[in-house]
């Protein structure tokens, strides 16, 4: 990851949010790679509940909390976990909104979208972002391993998840976005 300042220069966390559906939710949010924390910031003012939020690098979850701290939030809990190995450690269908945002290139992105499809509650939206694949762009990983839109609905949808629609991401040029839920049963 570069500095936050610059990897924030890339995207806007709140249009993004917006576009894709975390709108004054109630319920929780859970979090898949938090990074620096810039969406996880942007979600606790759209949402009623608590935004838990896990990554695997500790430098990353201390700087969210950090971040978090600062700013005065609360509902926030960060917490350093392998989500591969060891999920996300929420319960089964208890969030209202799953973020999957700069992550799907992992090795096993089924995997992780049934983690995301098991968390998530009935009718609850599953919002996924990555670096386009069509264009040039300043970051984002390497093209043989950055994942097409088709190819993660198709993923998302074998994990379970209905798609839902593919807005434009305002002033995010480099980035795509999807929403999904999780369909009652
Ligand atoms: C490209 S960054 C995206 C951060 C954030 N989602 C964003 O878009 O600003 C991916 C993050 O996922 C974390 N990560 C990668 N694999 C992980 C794993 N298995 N478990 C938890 N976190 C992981 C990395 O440490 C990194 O902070």
């Known amino acids: 990851m570069p500095a936050a300042a610059q990897w924030e220069s890339y995207f806007q966390a709140d249009g993004i949010l917006e576009a894709l559906g975390c709108v004054r ?6 979090e898949f790679g938090c990074g620096y924390g810039t969406f996880t910031i942007a979600a606790v ?3 009623s509940g608590i935004v838990y939020a896990t990554d695997i690098d500790p430098l990353m979850v201390g700087a969210t909390i950090a971040r978090a701290s600062r700013a005065g ?4 809990v960060v917490e350093q976990r392998d ?19 700069n992550i799907l ?4 992105p089924v995997g992780l979208l049934r983690e995301a499809f098991r968390v998530a509650r009935a009718g609850a ?7 386009r694949h069509d264009i040039e762009t300043p970051r984002g990983p390497p093209l043989g391993i950055r994942p097409r839109p088709a190819q993660c609905r198709a993923w998302a949808e074998k994990a379970g998840l209905r798609w839902l629609m593919s807005p434009q991401l305002p002033d995010s040029p ?12």
Do not use: K
Request: with cysteine; proline share 4%; aromatic share 12%.
């Open 125 to 131: 939206i599953v919002g996924v972002i990555h670096w």
């Open 105 to 108: 290139h992992i090795e096993d």
């Open 73 to 76: 939030i609360r509902n926030i």
């Open 83 to 101: 989500f591969v190995s060891e999920g996300c450690g929420r319960p089964d269908q208890s969030a209202s909104y799953v973020m999957l945002f």
């Open 25 to 30: 939710l109630s319920g929780d949010v859970a």
């Open 174 to 185: 480099w980035h795509w976005g999807m929403m999904f839920t999780r369909p009652a049963e």
């Open 45 to 47: 003012r759209r949402v």
